[in-house]
């Protein structure tokens, strides 16, 4: 349970935010929806309770879990990095080879992770088949959908 986490410096920033908010306004907030629920009586039939019971258990478990995550959080600096390799924090500039689509994925920590915004996991199958290759290369992938190839056509650390 110990094991490092890589991350981003944007990364900490977010979960550190979501730790905030998750602190200071939703649990706050859960705690009197429970007293509100309360003062209605029965509990045995209360739905508002135990609904508010396992709002609050969600939310302390996500507050725990990031508070695990964080203070094993080692976070990188993409900026700070250089080289001809693909490495953690890249933005990886990729033309599918089939389609001929090209796409830009950074990679980043498994928390930060979101396919929306073109953030892969760096445990995904698509960056541990990237990692330490470099521009020009061929890598073949196999994906959930699919075995897939993308040519590496930029390595970008910003």
Do not use: C, W
């Not at 110990?2 to 998750?22: D, F, I, N, W, Y």
């Not at 990679?107 to 088949?129: F, T």
């Amino acid at each position: 349970m110990s094991e490092k986490v890589p991350m981003t410096p944007e990364g900490q920033a977010r979960l550190r935010e979501e730790l905030e908010r998750l602190k200071k306004i939703e649990l706050p907030q859960v705690v009197k929806d429970i007293s509100v629920a309360r003062d209605h009586g029965d509990l045995s039939e209360n739905a508002e309770y135990h609904a508010a019971k396992e709002r609050q258990g969600l939310i302390v478990a996500r507050i725990t879990f990031i508070e695990q995550t964080l203070s094993r959080a080692e976070v990188i600096d993409p900026s700070k990095l250089s080289g001809s390799k693909i490495q953690f924090g890249a933005r990886v500039k990729l033309m599918n080879v089939d389609s001929d689509e090209e796409v830009v994925y950074q990679i980043v920590g498994p928390e930060e992770a979101d396919i929306k915004q073109n953030r892969i996991s760096v445990s995904s199958p698509l960056a541990r088949g990237l990692i330490g290759r470099e521009v020009g290369e061929e890598v073949r992938v196999v994906m959930p959908a699919g075995p897939r190839t993308y040519e590496i056509l930029e390595i970008i650390y910003a």
